[in-house]
């Protein structure tokens, strides 16, 4: 039995999740990526945008980003918990 499936965007489906000596190769580059330290006023004032954007949502908008929070945070496990 044969199953007929729609072609990823592109053509072909490329694995992007590091494993053995790519993943400590990224884990090292990683440990001197730049960070950004933010003082609590302007935490503050993203944390206010953010809910002001989340508020101007519609129900059925709300809904779906719950679906994606989800998504993204179970996909983010998989990666980050070892």
């Known amino acids: 039995m044969t199953t007929d499936a729609i072609a990823p965007h592109g053509g072909k489906l490329i694995d992007r999740v590091l494993a053995g000596d ?4 990224a884990r090292e580059r990683a440990k001197s990526a730049k ?6 006023r302007v935490r503050s ?4 945008q953010t ?4 508020r ?3 129900p059925a908008e709300q809904e779906e980003d719950k679906e994606w929070s989800t998504i993204a945070a179970e996909g ?3 990666i980050w918990d070892e």
């Open 35 to 40: 960070t950004v330290v933010i003082d609590d």
């Open 56 to 58: 101007s949502l519609s």
């Open 76 to 78: 983010a496990s998989r």
């Open 22 to 25: 790519a993943l400590a190769a």
């Open 45 to 48: 004032d993203l944390e206010a």
């Open 51 to 54: 809910e002001a954007y989340y």
